[in-house]
């Protein structure tokens, strides 16, 4: 069952052309929460700062780099065991276990928001302090991994990303912060009028596969990347 926003593979090169760059791609992780109000489903994004050398003004799901300490960060529970063995297809447990985790930082990092479970203040060093000092642990249960994308050879930066959804409720609180800064604007946006604003193509990419989730969960898994000088999508089960 394909995706009901096809890729576009134009407005890619448009959003980031190519510099010639040979850069090998960097494992990242993206969280994509969703909630429900009055009957109509909603999608936190945030804007990139206009300075940025990447996608700069374009709205965008949290998310970033995988870091070291992504490997060893406890968490108050693990990946249902269906999602790590989509993950465990593409990259080891324990990378893959970061990827998800990697995801959980960068949305607080980014947004302050805690997909997490209370727990006892605690003080580590490194990009989890914050985290850790607000009396949470990361709630990796609450995750499905939807999508996975690369980004084609010879553009300014490369990310082999994995795309994670998560339902609002797991949060500890509901509404976003400052984060950051990294993202300029940050709001709950209805789906439909997510699709209206400036958006990179992948992100459109992988929001009409969030609205096709939403309705028919068990859907196969998308994989965006480039082959043979081509943009590829291709499902996995």
């Not at 605690?122 to 996975?148: I, K, M």
């Amino acid at each position: 069952m394909p995706a009901s926003t096809p890729f576009d593979a134009a407005q890619d090169l448009r959003d980031a052309p190519p510099t010639g760059d040979r850069k090998r791609p960097k494992d990242a992780a993206t969280l994509i929460l969703t909630r429900v109000r009055k009957g109509t489903p909603e999608v936190l994004m945030g804007r990139r700062a206009p300075g940025h050398v990447f996608m700069a003004a374009k709205w965008v799901f949290p998310g970033g780099r995988i870091d070291r300490a992504d490997f060893t960060a406890a968490s108050a529970s693990e990946l249902p065991h269906a999602e790590l063995a989509r993950l465990t297809r593409e990259t080891p447990t324990r990378r893959a276990r970061a990827l998800a985790l990697t995801a959980v930082r960068e949305t607080f990092e980014e947004t302050g928001l805690l997909l997490a479970e209370p727990a006892p203040a605690a003080s580590v060093a490194g990009p989890w302090r914050e985290f850790r000092a607000a009396g949470a642990l990361p709630d990796l249960a609450a995750l499905s991994y939807v999508a996975r994308a690369i980004t084609p050879p010879g553009r300014s930066r490369r990310f082999d990303a994995r795309f994670f959804m998560a339902d609002a409720r797991a949060l500890l609180h509901p509404e976003p912060t400052a984060g950051s800064g990294e993202l300029d604007e940050i709001a709950w946006l209805p789906l439909d009028e997510a699709r209206a604003v400036d958006l990179p193509a992948i992100t459109r990419f992988v929001l009409g596969e969030v609205s096709e989730r939403l309705a028919h969960p068990a859907r196969p898994l998308p994989f965006v990347r480039m082959v043979r000088g081509r943009h590829v999508v291709e499902h996995q089960d």
